[in-house]
C-alpha cells in the first residue's frame, strides 16, 4: 500500500514540474498593449515619443505591453486567431476614433468598444506577416488627431 501511494505521489510530481519526458509548454505571449498619450505640449519628457496632431500640437505617447514597446509578435506555431487588447491611457478627452492598418494582406482586422478607451485587434495567424498598427486618437477637446504607431510581426 505505502509503495503504490509512492509511485503516484512521484508520478504526480513528474507531470506537474514537466519532467516525465513532456515539454514545458512556454509562457503565454503578452496579448495586451496599453497606449499612454499626453498633450498637447511643447516639452518633450523621457520615455515618450514625440508626434504632432492634426492641430500641428506636439502629443507624447509611449507603449507598453506586447512584446516591446506595443510592438506585437505572434508565432504561427500558436494557431489561429489571436486577439490582442488594446487599453488607452489618458485624460478623459482622448478617444480611440480608429485602428489602420500598413501592410496587413487581410489578416487583421479591429473592434473599438464603446466605450472607446478599449479595443482589439483579431490577427487570424495564417501565414507570415510583417504589419504596422496605429491607433488613431482623437482630442475632443482640441479636435486634432493623432496617429501613434507600433508593429505586428507573424513569424
Known sequence: MQSSFRFVALAL?????????????PPPIPRQVTLEILGPTTTPQSGYIPTYGSNGKMYLYRYSGGNDHGNIKVSLAEGHDVII???????????I????????????????EPNEVRAQ???????????????????????????????????
Open 13 to 25: 510530481a513528474l507531470s506537474a514540474c514537466g519532467c516525465g519526458g513532456q515539454r514545458a509548454l
Open 85 to 95: 487588447q488594446i487599453v488607452l491611457n489618458g485624460a478623459s478627452n482622448f478617444i
Open 97 to 112: 476614433e480608429a485602428i489602420p492598418f500598413t501592410d496587413n494582406d487581410g489578416q487583421l482586422s479591429s473592434h473599438i
Open 121 to 155: 485587434i483579431h490577427d487570424t495567424n495564417e501565414r507570415a506577416l510583417n504589419a504596422y498598427y496605429a491607433l488613431q486618437i482623437k482630442d475632443k477637446t482640441a479636435g486634432s488627431d493623432i496617429y501613434c504607431d507600433p508593429g505586428i510581426i507573424n513569424n
